[in-house]
């Protein structure tokens, strides 16, 4: 798996591909992702998954809450400035990042993802954009306050959307985020209702939020390009 790192519509990202790819999959990522190079053995896994070629482009949002957050929520982040850049952060994949990689590797479908709080940004940028084939949300923090009203208003874009959970998450202490499981079942009663069970699914995995988050992702992106 070939990797370099470049700076594209200001943003630090990585790039990994394979031969002939078919698909392109954009990620944002931080530093925590970074962590013992989690980006790279996600980029490995997928290799080992996946039998189509593919690029993978993930793009450092530096403030993972200021770049992600659709609208404010003070469970996630008392920053002011959290809930005002997320439009910023699309505007700049579908403008800025997209008409390059197209442009370098062709007209490929574009499948968005990431974990967590880049879950929650990969399914809010289908439902605002149509730019996207398929959503690779792993463990989306779609516990935010107004998530659900948002969700049962806006239709996703895509065509294929792979949502997922720990299996323990709904159980933790903090009561916000025990909401979990029952908002990502909401969301993935919606998506079958929306796209049919065949174009969607919900996987549960071993574990609650934090553990194998690289894994996770690989697995979500695979799905979608099955």
């Known amino acids: 798996m070939r990797c370099e790192k470049i700076i594209k519509a200001g943003f630090n990202c990585r790039l990994f591909h394979s031969p002939s790819p078919r698909f392109i999959l954009v990620q944002p990522s931080a530093r925590h992702e970074e962590k013992n190079d989690g980006i790279g053995r996600e980029a490995d896994m997928l290799g080992k998954l996946c039998r189509c070629g593919f690029v993978l482009l993930t793009f450092d949002v530096g403030d993972w809450a200021r770049a992600l957050m659709p609208w404010p929520d003070t469970a ?78 806006h239709a996703t874009m895509a065509e294929k959307v792979y949502v997922s959970l720990g ?35 919900l996987e549960w995995n071993r574990g609650g939020h934090f553990g194998e988050e690289a894994e996770r992702t690989a697995r979500a992106f695979a799905w979608c390009m099955s």
């Open 76 to 153: 996630v982040s008392r920053d002011a400035a959290v809930g005002l850049h997320a439009r910023d952060t699309l505007d700049s994949v579908v403008n800025g990042l997209l008409p390059w990689l197209r442009a370098e590797y062709g007209n490929l479908p574009c499948i968005v993802g990431g974990y967590s709080l880049g879950g929650l940004f990969a399914l809010w940028a289908a439902m605002e954009s149509d730019a996207f084939y398929a959503v690779a949300a792993a463990s989306p923090s779609v516990w935010i306050d107004g998530w659900a009203g948002y969700a049962q208003a």
């Open 167 to 201: 299996d323990r998450e709904e159980h933790c202490r903090n009561q916000r985020m025990q909401r979990v499981g029952d908002c990502v079942r909401m969301q993935h009663d919606l998506l079958r209702v929306q796209l049919g069970d065949e174009r969607t699914v």
